[in-house]
C-alpha cells in the first residue's frame, strides 16, 4: 500500500496571505489528522476528521481550517499567514483512530 | 488534561549497546493508548512501538520493548543491539481511547548512536 502522501513538501508565503496543503491518507484509512511542527512549541495536534466531520479540535485560532473529502482526502488552510505560523505540517492517517501513520509532512516557511 | 513529559533531551548510546529512554505522562484516563515515533532527519515520523493500556504485558517489536508501569504512569523505551540507523528524535505519545485520534506528544529525545 502506498503511504501519506502531502504536497506540496515545501512553500514559501508573504504575512498575510493564505495557504492550502493536502493530505491524501493510506487508501482504506478514514481519519486524517493535522499536527503543527515547531522548535518551540513541539508537535501540537491541530484537528482530526473521519469521515468528513471533524471529530477533534486542537487549540489554534481560527485561521486555522480543515475538511475532508469523500475519498478521504483531507486539505488545511491556513489564513492571514503570521510569521509564527512557520512550521512542519504533519498529516496523519488511521483506519478507525488508533494507531496513526504519518506522511512526510509540508515545510511552511512565512516571510 | 492529559500531558505527556520527556525528561531527557539528549541521550548517547555505542553500537550494538542497549539505551532506555523515558517517558511520563499525566491522565486521569484509565483506558488509553501509548505510542514511541521515530523522526530521523528526513522528519518523516514513524510508528516504533504502541502499547494498550489495558494491556498487562509489555509490548515488543524486534530490537524494541517498552517498560510500561500503568500505576507509575511511566513507559519507557528500550532499544537492543543499537544500530547507526536507530540514530533520531523518538516522541513519547499519548491517545485517548475516548477523544478519538488526538495524540499528545511529549517534546522528544535525540538519540545519538556511537560507532
Known amino acids: 500500500k502506498a503511504g501519506v502522501t502531502q504536497t506540496p513538501r515545501y512553500l514559501i508565503k508573504t504575512r498575510g496571505q493564505q495557504v492550502t496543503l493536502s493530505c491524501s491518507p493510506i487508501?482504506?484509512?478514514?481519519?486524517v489528522s493535522w499536527y503543527q511542527q515547531t522548535p518551540g512549541q513541539g508537535l501540537q495536534f491541530l484537528f482530526e476528521y473521519f469521515s468528513e466531520t471533524q471529530r477533534n479540535k486542537g487549540n489554534f485560532p481560527g485561521r486555522f481550517s480543515g475538511r475532508q473529502f469523500s475519498n478521504s482526502r483531507s486539505e488545511m488552510n491556513v489564513s492571514t499567514l503570521e510569521l509564527g505560523d512557520s512550521a512542519l505540517y504533519l498529516c496523519?492517517?488511521?483506519?478507525?483512530?488508533?494507531?496513526?501513520?504519518f506522511g512526510p509532512g509540508t515545510r511552511l516557511t512565512v516571510t | 488534561a492529559q500531558t505527556v513529559t520527556q525528561s531527557q533531551p539528549e541521550m548517547s548510546v555505542q553500537e550494538a549497546e542497549t539505551v532506555t529512554l523515558s517517558c511520563t505522562y499525566d491522565t486521569s484516563e484509565s483506558d488509553y493508548y501509548l505510542f514511541w515515533y521515530k523522526q530521523p532527519p528526513s522528519r518523516q515520523m514513524i510508528l516504533v512501538i504502541r502499547q494498550e493500556a489495558y494491556k498487562q504485558q509489555n509490548a515488543t517489536e524486534n530490537r524494541f520493548s517498552v517498560n510500561f508501569q500503568k500505576a507509575a504512569k511511566s513507559f519507557s523505551l528500550k532499544i537492543s543491539d543499537s544500530q547507526l540507523g536507530d540514530a533520531a528524535m523518538y516522541f513519547c505519545?499519548?491517545?485517548?481511547?475516548?477523544?478519538?485520534?488526538?495524540?499528545?506528544f511529549g517534546q522528544g529525545t535525540e538519540l545519538s548512536v556511537k560507532p
Open positions: 496523519a492517517s488511521s483506519p478507525e483512530s488508533y494507531e496513526q501513520y
Open positions: 487508501s482504506g484509512h478514514r481519519s
Open positions: 505519545a499519548y491517545r485517548s481511547a475516548i477523544m478519538g485520534g488526538k495524540l499528545i
